[in-house]
């Protein structure tokens, strides 16, 4: 029996330690996968770091602007200087969109192919842009009601169509604004034209002497003015001066405290008048380049944040002063406004009837200007606004910042828009057009134009568009694409744990299987040493 039990042990020690080391042989392989799969990932990631995109850099300064995308290079804008950068293939047909491509095919032609361009086809495909949803209705309006070729007191290039237009015709100025530094602006907002008519702003409110109760006063640098010298403040002295507007209660008579709606209306009234200096309107040129969408997208949002946060009531800063008397209460609201960027009210000691309100014309002009800075360049602005000037960082502080001010040589806007399409359509009309499901896909535009599948086809100074490699556009710069490396980099950080993990309990399955093994070797080792010696005995006994 004893050599029964010993054999039968010495089978399940031997079919144990088999499925160990075959286990062991699986964990081996499973171990050598995980590696394999790190070297994978760990070569994608290599490859992911250095993804690339591209980025359009319209001020040639080698730092990218924004990504590129379809529509920056077909959308007229202050970007690409109004001017068509277009996609083409490798015969030189214009690849379009899905609109662009429903406006060619009803003014065009239907299948791609070139067409005799005429003006009677620019207007129909005018139209066409127009019902398609490119441009709006009164654009398009406007574009056709430009002068004919007819007329001879109009040139090549402002007539409503040009033949020429992208094919020899001299390029249309559109420069549409032209930087410039503070001293620029500020002597351009000194022209008559920026006066700032505060004298009729304030009207009979309005007092020369500081002393004088329940009126508004006016400093320029610290002295009061006459009413002479208001009617002949413009804006260009808000920028090269320290003018601050003053209210001040009538003793005895705001015994509740001083009725600021006056000085508010005045102050709102002023700012206006500011706004409408730096934006235009249909009478007036503004200073600024507001045909450029985003400089006027930035304006208006820059409005709304001086009046919610400069002009408003709630944001009042309360000075309180040691004497009861107005004259005290008044040197303590100039002073502190002259270095805040919030209105302060000097609050007499013990009665307010003697307060008055005060806030820096010339602080918030650069406040404005700032505000349009932030909104404009974004998270790359370096200007900020703070409370007071101390905090701050105006734009008026940096001789070296670049005010993007009107043309007065530019083009109309109408004008510039129609020579545009103008190219756009004597393009489309020579050399035919393709249309893109997936073009306007930033991606597939991107790996389109670096596998050489797409060019990109512009104008050059000669008047001619011409097709290159994206590298040979001046405007199109390759950077590092930090995104998809981010992406990449998450990715690999989460793969490399999971299988680090795996590595980790393969090992630790592995030691056990090496320790179980070395146990039943042993004990393998002991049954059949315990085997042939029973089997000797039983030899010998029989001898």
Not at 22 to 33: P, V, Y
Not at 294 to 312: C, G, P, W
Request: charged residues 20%; proline residues 2%; glycine residues 6%.
């Amino acid at each position: 029996m004893g050599l029964a039990a010993s054999q039968a042990r010495f089978l399940a020690i031997t079919a144990r330690k088999a499925d160990c080391e075959f286990r062991s042989m699986q964990i081996a392989q499973d171990k050598l996968s995980v590696t394999r799969k790190l070297a994978d990932v760990t070569q994608q990631y290599q490859n992911a770091i250095n993804q690339t995109k591209f980025a359009w850099d319209y001020d040639l300064d080698q730092v990218p602007d924004y990504d590129l995308s379809y529509g920056l290079l077909m959308q007229p804008t202050t970007l690409n200087n109004y001017n068509p950068y277009l996609i083409t293939n490798r015969t030189g047909a214009v690849v379009l969109n899905n609109k662009l491509a429903n406006a060619a095919t009803a003014a065009i032609s239907r299948d791609g192919s070139p067409a005799q361009s005429s003006m009677a086809g620019y207007n129909k495909f005018i139209d066409a842009l127009s019902r398609h949803g490119v441009i709006t209705s009164s654009m398009a309006t406007s574009i056709k009601a430009l002068g004919s070729v007819t007329d001879k007191n109009v040139n090549e290039s402002q007539v409503n169509y040009n033949p020429k237009a992208g094919y020899g015709s001299t390029p249309l100025s559109k420069d549409p604004a032209l930087a410039t530094n503070i001293i620029g602006l500020t002597y351009k907002a000194s022209q008559k034209e920026y006066k700032l008519g505060l004298d009729s702003t304030i009207g009979g409110n309005y007092s020369e002497d500081r002393t004088s109760n329940d009126k508004f006063h006016l400093s320029v640098n610290g002295s009061y003015v006459s009413s002479g010298e208001l009617a002949d403040l413009t804006l260009g002295d808000l920028l090269d001066k320290n003018i601050i507007l003053t209210y001040s209660g009538k003793d005895g008579q705001h015994g509740s405290g001083l009725d600021k709606s006056g000085f508010m209306t005045a102050v709102n009234a002023i700012f206006t008048k500011i706004d409408t200096f730096l934006t235009g309107t249909t009478e007036i040129k503004g200073l600024l380049a507001t045909s450029d969408p985003l400089v006027k997208e930035a304006l208006a949002t820059a409005k709304l944040m001086v009046l919610n946060s400069y002009l408003s009531e709630n944001s009042i800063k309360i000075i309180n002063t040691d004497k009861k008397d107005s004259k005290n209460a008044s040197n303590v609201a100039v002073n502190n406004a002259s270095s805040s960027n919030l209105i302060v009210q000097g609050q007499s000691k013990g009665n307010k009837k003697y307060d008055t309100v005060a806030i820096s014309l010339s602080n918030l002009l650069s406040s404005y200007l700032t505000y349009f800075d932030m909104c404009y360049t974004g998270f790359e602005s370096n200007y900020y606004v703070g409370t007071d000037v101390s905090s701050s960082y105006f734009v008026t502080d940096d001789p070296n910042y670049n005010y993007l001010m009107t043309n007065n040589d530019e083009a109309s806007e109408n004008l510039i828009y129609a020579d545009f399409y103008m190219q756009l359509y004597n393009n489309i009309c020579h050399n035919g057009w393709t249309e893109c499901d997936d073009i306007e896909d930033n991606t597939y535009l991107q790996n389109a134009l670096k596998n050489g599948t797409y060019f990109i086809t512009s104008l050059n100074t000669d008047g001619y568009f011409y097709q290159g490699r994206y590298n040979e556009t001046d405007c199109i710069v390759e950077v590092e694409d930090s995104t998809a490396i981010a992406e990449a980099e998450a990715e690999f950080n989460a793969e490399k744990t999971k299988l680090t993990y795996r590595e980790e309990k393969l090992d630790l399955e592995m030691k056990n299987l090496d320790t179980e093994i070395s146990s039943l070797t042993t004990e393998y080792d002991s049954v059949k040493n315990l085997i042939s010696k029973s089997v000797e005995k039983v030899f010998t006994m029989f001898q």
